[in-house]
Nanobody, 123 residues
Framework: QVPVVESGGGLVQAGGSLRLSCIAS???????MGWFRQTPGKEREGVSC????????FYADSVLGRFTISRDNDKKSLTLQMNSLEPEDTAMYYC?????????????????WGQGTKLTVPS
């Protein structure tokens, strides 16, 4: 069983929208869950994190007001609705557990990573 599977990536024009999905059937899911992204040559960036209850989301400043995270604990699924997309959003997107530390969104030191799903927003 694959722990984490992300899907929904694609090519979207600037200003457009896309929804990413993640099924984390291989993870406990009894923790905060989040989305991370990475482009070649850059540090991985925590994009968004949502508490176990789903009541409190956190966002990186770069996506605040444009992205919305949600979760379904019964289905062990995580969603990232992305609006007003920008070329700077181009990256591989991954979901896994998350923690927040002084405003930063970080993965735990030990967690499972999926293959990711790629978003491309041409400039």
């Amino acid at each position: 069983q694959v722990p984490v599977v992300e899907s929904g990536g694609g090519l979207v024009q600037a200003g457009g929208s896309l929804r990413l999905s993640c099924i984390a059937s291989g993870l406990p899911f009894d923790t905060a869950m989040g989305w991370f992204r990475q482009t070649p040559g850059k540090e991985r960036e925590g994009v968004s994190c949502i508490t176990r209850s789903g009541n409190t989301p956190f966002y990186a400043d770069s996506v605040l007001g444009r992205f919305t995270i949600s979760r379904d604990n019964d289905k062990k699924s995580l969603t990232l609705q992305m609006n007003s997309l920008e070329p700077e959003d181009t990256a591989m997107y991954y979901c896994t557990a998350c923690i927040t530390d002084g405003g930063a969104i970080l993965p735990p030191s030990v967690t499972h990573w999926g293959q990711g799903t790629k978003l491309t927003v041409p400039s």
